[in-house]
């Protein structure tokens, strides 16, 4: 069995991800994928966070908010990330990976609520945890809580989930035929550069505590095993370039 460099990771998967080839909502072969991908990185002794995002949703409501206060939009898309991390959950019950969700918001008929404590006891008896509504604060993202609950439970790198992008482009790859294709750079680097990897909140933060993170297109099945086996998927930031490929 191939030894992992991540013995912990967080694995942040967009909302829009999730809608697969559709233009909202949830797909649910993607979900199977996502499943499946996630179950033969744990086979391999990975203690695996998700956060999940809720742009699926919130797109189909946005023109409705558009007008809304900030802050009741945010809650509305915290709700959005709590129904797709009990749609993530019923996936990995499909393939007999056990998970727990853990809301950021108080909605206990749900989910049960973040309790680091927990989400660590979880971890260690070989669940998944999916954390939802984010940091639980209107005005931060959910890269943001993506790099706030990686650092509370030790994880060695965040894996960013692209919907078939391949890492860090110097562009936009869909607009521009000459972005041009990074595969490692520094967490300081993406902030002057305004590269899209994560919110600068979300960098700074990954910055400050030498946190890596990996870019990879989640379209490819096996993606997630690759990179915690040490393969070169996608693109890696790190504090140090000369040794973010280990």
Known sequence: MTNPVYRRVVVKVSGEALMGPDNFGIHQGTLERIAGDLIAARALGVSIGVVVGGGNIFRGIA???????????????????????????????????????????????????????????YLEEGKVVIFAAGTGNPFFTTDTAAALRALEIGAEAILMAKNAVRGVYDGDPRVDADARFLPDLTHLEAIERGLKVMDTTALSLCMDNKLPIVVFDLTRRGNIRRIVTGEPVGSVVSADVSASRG
């Open 63 to 121: 023109p409705g908010a558009s007008h809304m206060d900030r802050a009741t939009a945010d809650y509305m898309g915290m709700l959005a990330t709590v129904m797709n991390a009990l749609a993530l959950q019923d996936a990995m019950r499909r393939v007999n990976l056990v998970a727990r969700v853990q809301s950021a918001l108080n909605v206990e008929q749900v989910v049960e609520p973040y309790i680091r404590g927990k989400a660590m006891r």
